[in-house]
């Protein structure tokens, strides 16, 4: 479990022990219900963002240029597929332990590569079409 979920648990169950502490099994419903609506709200968010990534074309970006100059070290795959707004493409040949290359290119035929680590961007790199 990583460090986020684990956090996530711990607010989760800080809520049940405040509820039964201030209002008892009323107070532990509530929280229950707050905890399984906000677990909701994010699977309701993820199919969100996989519906719109899967309407659009396999490894297809608007602009490679732009996606390269938006993306950050440590961003998450959902997190780079709202701005691609299409899944990528899986580069295969890539079998270095929990590292995983995903490509998108763009109608100019510009690409952007990257490389997730432990399922966190760790690098990426832009290779332009020739002219």
């Known amino acids: 479990m ?19 502490l201030s209002y008892g ?8 219900t707050v905890t399984v ?4 709200l994010q699977f309701s968010r993820a ?14 970006v608007a602009n490679a240029v732009m996606l390269h100059s938006k993306l950050k070290p440590g961003m998450k795959l959902p997190e780079v597929l709202v701005l ?11 079998d270095r332990g929990a590292r ?3 490509a998108w290119t763009d109608t100019g035929g510009d690409t952007v ?3 997730f680590v432990n399922g966190r961007l760790a690098q990426w790199e832009l290779q332009r079409a020739a002219a």
């Open 100 to 102: 995983e290359s995903w």
């Open 113 to 115: 590569q990257l490389a």
């Open 25 to 32: 099994w009323p107070g532990v419903v509530l929280a229950i």
């Open 2 to 20: 990583n460090a986020g979920a684990a956090i996530g648990w711990a607010l989760a169950l800080a809520a049940v022990v405040a509820g039964w």
């Open 47 to 60: 199919l969100r963002v996989l519906r719109i990534a899967g309407s659009n074309p396999v490894g297809h």
């Open 37 to 40: 609506f906000w677990l909701l």
């Open 84 to 94: 691609t707004r299409s899944l990528g493409r899986k580069i295969e040949g890539d």
